[in-house]
């Protein structure tokens, strides 16, 4: 199926038209081996650049894929929730040293050390209550009944606090959803809202982000949408109708490339936070697999030597992948798995196209 595409104020040809034909083929590839049900991508720099679409719709009909379409970021909610604490922070509402039981007396205990530098950059040692092992509340093993539960933050954060802290605060670095609950609702008590309200106040509204949504509880997708699947007891199964508030402020929100391309510029471009903020989410420390971590932002070392800066984002039946160079070019790839199979050195092949 080769891809369906949207060309918009097309970049020097000299400069993008062997990105784009690389990366088309890469992405067509993995369509036919069936690797991904569908896959968008756009590639822009000074407000120029195109858009793509490859595989299908859905697997039923197998209609073209629309390269307008909607697609759950997963994580790269992260990126959302922390620019909206370094604004707080930018305000004197907060410093990013404080303890968060200063702010939050009840999320964590009160003698807890736990500071909301920890939390934004996953030194917190916060137990991970959306990994896997806990049957119900992980986002990386489907099932169909138990991803459609109401759940609420509260109840995400008591799963969290219910197993053991990795380590010490401070003492590690791993990966926790947990910590992007307490951001959010860190940023509720604050502002004296929901975390949802303050990202659109503040970043969607602003930036005339109008297909990037915080559904909450709301199963559906916006349309035009690809849908995600996922492995469920042997079969593949449609996974893109879940109840989101399984992620809250750690991955519930919905976007476009168009959207996502359009944040990542304005943030690190430095439109939405002080230089001094931005310097921080950026200032990232070793995560594994050639990636740092800074506070929201991840740092994905390239193989030419350079490095980029975004997000990446995973949920049941998407994959999401927004990075921005210091150069001004951005990527947004959003990809649905469907056999689960997808080359290793597909991620880093497709970066250094782009960026490399």
């Not at 606090?161 to 380590?167: K, L, Q, V």
């Not at 010490?168 to 791993?174: W, Y």
């Not at 975390?195 to 602003?206: F, G, M, T």
């Amino acid at each position: 199926m080769m891809l369906t595409k949207i060309t918009a104020l097309a970049l020097t040809l000299t400069t993008l038209s062997p990105v784009q034909d690389s990366l088309e083929r890469q992405l067509d590839a993995l369509v036919t081996t069936k690797a991904l049900a569908a896959a968008l991508v756009r590639v822009s720099e000074d407000g120029k650049g195109w858009t793509a679409a490859a595989g299908y719709r859905d697997m039923a009909s197998r209609k073209p894929a629309d390269p307008a379409g909607h697609f759950r970021i997963g994580s790269v909610t992260k990126s959302f929730v922390a620019t909206v604490v370094l604004q707080l922070a930018d305000e004197g509402r907060l410093s990013l040293d404080d303890p968060i039981a200063e702010h939050l007396p009840q999320a964590l205990p009160e003698d807890s050390p736990i500071t909301v530098r920890q939390v934004l950059g996953h030194t917190s040692g916060l137990f991970d209550y959306a990994g896997a092992g806990i049957p119900g509340w992980s986002v990386r093993d489907f099932r169909p009944v138990e991803s459609l539960y109401d759940q609420t933050p509260q109840e995400l954060l008591a799963v969290g606090r219910s197993r053991p802290a990795y380590f010490k605060p401070g003492a590690g670095l791993r990966y926790s959803n947990t910590n992007y609950v307490v951001a959010a609702l860190l940023i509720e008590k604050l502002t004296g809202g929901s975390y949802a309200d303050a990202v659109k106040a503040r970043i969607l509204r602003p930036l005339g982000l109008t297909q990037t949504f915080l559904p909450g509880h709301d199963k559906a997708m916006p349309r035009p949408h690809a849908h995600g699947y996922a492995s469920y007891q042997g079969k593949i199964v449609d996974a893109t109708r879940i109840n989101p508030s399984l992620e809250y402020g750690a991955g519930e929100m919905i976007s476009t490339t168009a959207d996502l391309a359009r944040f990542f510029d304005a943030l690190m471009s430095g439109r939405l936070t002080s230089a001094s903020a931005l310097k921080q989410m950026r200032a990232t420390a070793p995560a594994g697999e050639g990636m740092g971590y800074g506070l929201g932002l991840q740092e994905f070392k390239l193989t030419c030597g350079k490095s980029v800066y975004g997000h990446s984002g995973g949920i049941f039946g998407y994959l999401t992948y927004a990075l921005r160079s210091d150069e001004g070019r951005t990527l947004v790839l959003s990809a649905n798995p469907y056999t689960g199979d997808i080359p290793a050195d597909a991620l880093p092949k497709a970066l250094a196209t782009v960026f490399c």
